[in-house]
């Protein structure tokens, strides 16, 4: 088997290559890449062109200015790519905004002849696209049987997940909200990670991109419990950006809000990322929506409730 020098330019990728068994040849990194913090060493070829250090509201409007533009939100190093000579570059054509796009690539592979490395662009969308994204970059890698044993894993803890969970309808309805400034709901396999949960989502269709929303839709469907997982934020980032939604006027009126069953989740490092931690995302929301762990306890770290000290 070749011996390969991968540089992930996605923080779900470097999980799948660690995961896989083959974080030895991981060679690079992009920016957000923290996760086994051991990656935290590697080279970074990336970074955002856009102040990420603000305000949702803030992010949303620098963002919209740069597809105004037609400028990419991130910056790829393309002199750091051609020192490390990667022969696997791993990156993505799910999301623009949130990890470096495969145009980004291309564009930076161009500025250097010396190789010609593989670039895997992942796409996920649903729950099974996770799962075949990680045999691709099996595939890639050459170890087609890595591939079959991380996806069979996690095929039997979704299974023992969905084998515990209340049967009994009717299921409580979860709003999940990706974006606070202005109001986006989280589709794409989180809605799946709900059912699996014993929850039902609304506002939202699985295997389809975040919808924005407005505050009459969230006042409408008036969900039984809220999770709050900004893409990209921890729960620390969270909290101080909370007023966002509970100085709103209509904050009140959710009957989520008035029965204290709202949330917070750490959607950088879980419901964010399309990578092995899946599972442990609706691991996170069994906890949440029925009140016991179901393999190990995240309270605390992984979520905890709007109103904890």
Avoid at 34 to 40: E, G, L, Q, T
Avoid at 213 to 224: R, T, V
């Amino acid at each position: 088997m070749i011996e390969h020098r991968i540089v992930s330019l996605l923080p779900s990728a470097t999980e799948i290559v660690a995961a896989l068994g083959y974080e030895h040849t991981l060679v690079g990194r992009s920016h957000e890449c923290d996760f086994p913090a051991s990656v935290k060493s590697l080279p970074v070829c990336s970074e955002p062109r856009i102040d990420v250090s603000g305000m949702s509201d803030q992010i949303d409007k620098a963002v919209a200015g740069a597809i105004r533009e037609a400028l990419s939100v991130y910056r790829v190093f393309s002199d750091e790519l051609n020192r490390l000579q990667p022969t696997i570059i791993i990156t993505q054509t799910q999301c623009d905004v949130c990890a470096v796009s495969l145009r980004d690539i291309e564009a930076a592979v161009c500025e250097f002849a010396e190789t010609k490395p593989v670039i895997v662009a992942l796409q996920p969308m649903a729950l099974c696209d996770i799962l075949s994204d990680m045999r691709q970059v099996a595939n890639a890698i050459g170890d087609e049987a890595a591939g079959e044993r991380l996806v069979g894993k996690l095929q039997r803890r979704f299974a023992d997940l969905a084998a515990t969970r209340p049967t009994k309808s009717p299921f409580p309805t979860v709003a999940c909200i990706e974006w606070l400034d202005p109001l986006m709901v989280a589709g794409n396999w989180i809605p799946e990670l709900v059912e699996l949960a014993g929850g039902q989502p609304v506002l939202c269709e699985s295997g389809k991109h975040s919808p924005w929303i407005k505050w009459g839709d969230l006042l409408k469907s008036d969900p039984d419990y809220v999770v709050i997982m900004p893409c990209g934020f921890d729960i620390h980032r969270t909290v101080s950006e909370l007023h966002l939604l509970t100085e709103h006027p209509s904050w009140q009126r959710l009957n989520a809000v008035r029965n204290n069953r709202v949330f917070l989740a750490d959607g950088n490092q879980y419901f964010n990322r399309s990578g092995p931690r899946v599972i442990e995302s609706a691991e996170i929301l069994t906890e949440i929506l029925h009140g016991y762990p179901s393999r190990s306890n995240y309270c605390g770290f992984g979520w905890r409730p709007l109103n904890s000290d």
